[in-house]
């Protein structure tokens, strides 16, 4: 949130600033390590720049963030001496202000997790769900690998796929502002052409020129027109109503679907793994990350935790509910014999998601040949239908 301090300086002079905390009492204590004998705090609405990103690194660092703290928490420092350094050293000033807060609330005797948990907008509830019960079973280093190599597999596996569908984004827009150049531009030359030698055209290339002409007269019209289409198809993706319908769709598909399922369980089991080896009871722990699962998923996940509720194992649960897959039921069922749950929910995941990597290579493979093949058609069948008549009129002509 955003808030207006306003105080007396040193020199009793009057000065009002403008800080973004979680609270207004933090609001009020930022104001008072500034050097000011705080007289009011106002609050003037959200910060978006907390909502949307940190200026500088779009967001806040908190994978970096975990790495130094790991580091310095190796090399013999304590947690507050820690922050304390990572503030001097941290140059933009959004996150010094995130870094202060917190170092404040230790030096007031909170602990850690609760000053984490003051910046909600920077940590995540299942990072602090994992420092809470780090405090309680006293392995705050193990904790904090954990959740890096946590990050670092989602982060990995979220940039597998955007890096798969790059290169489909750019051939498909490339390949769309060449036919949009074809059927605004160059058609509309070709169908003056056409109307001056006053040739009978074949069908397909008289519609063509027919289209020519309509975008030399009405170009105005047709160009609003399809810029308030894209404007109102924006607003409609905007809208969760019309992302859940199209989100149900991909689920119909059979293909697509099933791979969107796998790859909600193997961040499910992920997420539950962390947190199950982090010392978090079982239905603490699906309760936090429900969040994680498609609407259709989290009402199966409900069905699963009444299951448990009822007497029955994880593994039956997970396979009654539709939760499972046969490998990721083997796995569980191996967990609850050996009692190396949380690890064996890290096999799954990361069984899964080498399944999901191998399908999106073959669907990349298969899917960017097809994509310049239709284009190349497309393209292709607006220039020849352009140049048939002048092949026509040149074998009149021999």
Known sequence: MNYKVQGLDSSNRFVSLDLTAATAHDAEQLGAERGLRVLGVTNTGTSWNLSFGLSGSGKFPLLL???????????G?????????????????????ILGAIVSRLHEGQALSSAFESQPLAFPDLYIATIRSSERSGSLVESLRRYIAYQMQVDLMRKKIIAASIYPALLMLVGGMVVVFLLTFVIPKFSHIYADTGRELPL???L????????EIHGGVIAGVVTGGALLSVYALSRPQVRSGLRELLWRIPVVGERMRIYQLSRFYRTLGMLVSAGIPLMLAMEQVADLLDTRLQRKLAAAKNHIREGQSLSQAMERSELSTPVSLRLLRV???????????????????????RWID????????????????????????MYVPIFELAGSIQ
């Open 65 to 75: 963030f975990n790495q130094e703290l790991l580091a310095l928490l190796e090399a």
């Open 77 to 97: 420092l304590s947690i507050v001496e820690v922050l304390e350094t990572l503030l001097e050293k941290e140059p933009r000033a959004e996150i010094r202000q």
């Open 204 to 206: 397909a290339s008289w």
């Open 208 to 215: 063509l020129m027919k289209w020519g002409g309509m975008m």
């Open 335 to 357: 967990g609850e014999r050996t009692g190396q749950m949380g690890g064996m929910m890290h096999r799954i995941a990361d069984f899964h998601e080498e399944e999901l990597n």
């Open 362 to 385: 073959w669907a990349s493979r298969l899917f960017e040949p097809l994509l310049m093949t239709a284009i190349g058609i497309i393209i292709g069948t607006i220039v020849v239908l």
